[in-house]
């Protein structure tokens, strides 16, 4: 079992997002949570990172955590490569920047690694987000609407990293408004506290 | 060891670098010793004057100069979701903050000190006298970075922070003001390097919080 989450509610802005949520995610699983804007998915993400604190219930991890949100989280002055590799070094892992040129390669960005992350297109950096998570090499990815801003290219991308990070016994639990070839994924769909 | 000394590390040389680059030391220099040079226009071009008040003119300039990067020491990271990597990475944000107290305190300190043998000189300050304020810098600028690091994570995401950071951060400034233009009185760098010991031991557990309360 790499995350769980037992009997959870998540609370934002003293409005109650969902009760009683529970969730399992075991090695080659992957989640995908649906549900109307401002249901709660990225507080469950977050919730599951341990950026929030669960109103109720316990949430449970095992292993390190790489998290992608819209907040890219990168120094925008510096270059692709060396803002990535800060991340990577941080980490502990051994040759960073060798991790890091390769995830830059499967992205698609490994010839952009010397420009500043201010001259990256909104593709290019949910891109380089996604870099930074498998730089990471944590077995539960925290993905937050991964394909938005994605071409059809780099959606396809995606798709051939989520599963091979889950062939290689990794988790991953997202968020996404578009549909994603994900096989054998399961949904959770949110539709909101209702008060009884 | 190694990994937590090459963690260390990493945290320090990226708020240094971004301490230095764009200018930010020399925009703090530049603005401490404009108003440095104020002082004479003001109160007039006698020597004894200019004496007596040196250490004093030469401090108000320095807390004033300290303002100048609080609006980007925390606020930038917390909206790019830095903090919330670090989070995920499982760092302490405590021990994080802490760093950055060090590393904006390399960024701003030494040049900052090498600026006021300038200021010494324009106001004729002698050896004795520049000895103390130097002396007096080094003991109060980690506070002073301290608590425009506290200041900077208070004020972060707020409308107006750079405005609300001057409020915060001139009043409880105040002591470093007072034992650091004083530091040629009996006792004064004692309770300078007190005050200063405090505000670093504080600052990172406050700007910790505040960060956490502004992102949770």
Known sequence: ?????????????????????????????????????????????????????????????????????????????RRLGEALSFWARLDGLAAADRRVAASLDTVGLGKLADVPVRLLSTGQRRRAGLARVLAAQAPLWLLDEPGNGLDVAGVAMLERAIADHRAAGGAVLLTTHQPLALTDARTLALDGYVPA | MTAALTLVATLIARDVRRGYAGGGAGLVCGFFLLSVVLFPFAIGPDRAVLMRVGAGAIWVAALLAALLPVERLVAPDVESGWFDQIRVHGLSLPLVMALRIVAHWLAFAPPLMLAALVAAGLFGLETTALVRVEAGLLLGTPGLAALAVATGALTAGLRGAGGLAGLLLLPLALPLLIFGAGSGDMGAPKLLAAVSLMLVAGAPWIAAAAIRSVRD
Do not use: W, Y
């Open chain 1, 1 to 77: 079992m790499i995350l769980e989450l037992h009997q959870v509610a998540c609370a934002r802005g003293g409005r109650l997002l969902f009760t009683q949520l529970s969730l399992t995610l075991g090695a080659g699983e992957a989640v995908v949570v649906t549900g109307p804007n401002g249901i709660g998915k990225s507080s469950l993400l977050r919730l599951a990172a341990g950026l929030i604190a669960p109103f109720e219930g316990r949430v449970t991890r095992s292993g390190r955590i790489a998290l992608a949100t819209e907040d890219l989280a990168l120094d925008t002055e």
